[in-house]
């Protein structure tokens, strides 16, 4: 887990070194949108991995890689508000409201906030059964953050375009698991 606080450290001796290229805020913006991404999809795809290795011992990492990928859309909002728009809250829901690939990115990141508000041992035993129905908004943030990704790139899509395609395998083997547990119940109900 500690590999994934490499990214956030190399950022910020970039930052303090003046090694970021021609465009810190531009590279800060990028590195820690992308990451955040990966990480939210890695923290997606421990269960499929789970069911599909049997090692159970990977679950215990689904909340931190979770809760890394919220530290860096953060950094990533942070970055954006700070330095593109000075913390002027006019400007930043101007932004919001006028531009879709910022709107889309803005809704992944609120859909991630109740996620890591609610990620404690007490939140998880507080909601019971609401908290599993409260995290399916894992799935409409992924979503979003693909989408603010694939709208943000003006030429190549390739990157934002692979990205969607791991979101659609995982979404895709988890409804794959769902039906096959129907299945299963159908038949034992029938037996």
């Not at 679950?59 to 530290?71: D, M, P, S």
């Not at 996620?115 to 019971?128: D, K, P, Q, V």
Request: some cysteine.
């Amino acid at each position: 887990m500690l590999l994934c606080l490499v990214p956030a450290g190399r950022l910020a001796w970039g930052l303090v070194s003046g090694d970021l290229g021609p465009n810190p805020v531009d590279t800060l913006t990028k590195e820690t949108g992308t990451w955040a991404l990966r990480l939210l999809l890695a923290s997606l795809a421990v269960t499929p991995l789970r069911r599909l290795t049997g090692w159970h011992g990977i679950i215990r990492y689904r909340r931190t890689l979770g809760l890394l990928a919220f530290c860096y859309a953060v950094l990533h909002a942070a970055t954006w508000s700070v330095f593109d728009h000075a913390l002027d809250l006019d400007h930043l829901i101007a932004d919001v409201v006028r531009r879709p690939f910022i709107t889309a990115g803005f809704t992944a990141f609120v859909l991630m906030v109740p996620l890591a508000a609610t990620s404690t041992a007490a939140a998880i035993r507080r909601l019971g059964r609401r908290w599993q129905l409260l995290h399916r908004l894992v799935y409409v943030s992924a979503a979003a953050g693909v989408v603010h990704y694939y709208w943000l790139v003006k030429a190549d899509t390739t990157a934002p375009f692979r990205y969607a395609m791991v979101l659609v395998a995982l979404l895709g083997l988890r409804v794959g698991f769902w039906l096959g547990a129907r299945h299963k119940r159908t038949q034992m109900g029938s037996g």
